[in-house]
Nanobody
């Protein structure tokens, strides 16, 4: 199975926007759980947004609700994370993930697959 590959990270100022992309060929089958996690230095991994392919988003972290949107694109075999109104606390390495039960509320088991990540830095 192909690797997950993230892109779109970078440095932005507070209030800016970024769109992260995850190349996900081979993972875009209906019902598969996919999502984005992030991890800042010295902090634990945090789930950001999850989606069941073909069924819609299942989870957004409280800290990103109303600002971030996860959206799969079957035609492009990709999953996107649109991030608006970015804050310094959004600074982290962002990882695309697929497979497993993490889309299920309360299930903290790690995903089966994870990309190498893309860095997002928000400066004031």
């Amino acid at each position: 199975q192909a690797e997950l590959e993230e892109s779109g990270g970078g440095s932005v100022q507070v209030g800016g926007s970024l769109r992260l992309s995850c190349a996900a060929a081979g993972y875009m089958w209906r019902g598969n759980c996919m999502g984005w996690f992030r991890q800042a230095p010295g902090k634990e991994r945090e789930g950001v947004a999850f989606v069941y392919i073909g069924e819609g988003p299942t989870y957004y972290a409280d800290s990103v609700k109303g600002r971030f949107t996860i959206s799969p694109d079957d035609a492009k075999n990709a999953v996107y994370l649109q991030m608006n109104t970015l804050k310094p606390e959004d600074t982290a390495m962002y990882y695309c993930a697929a497979g497993g039960a993490f889309c299920t509320s309360g299930d903290d088991r790690p995903p089966h697959y994870r990309g190498r990540g893309t860095q997002v830095t928000v400066s004031s």
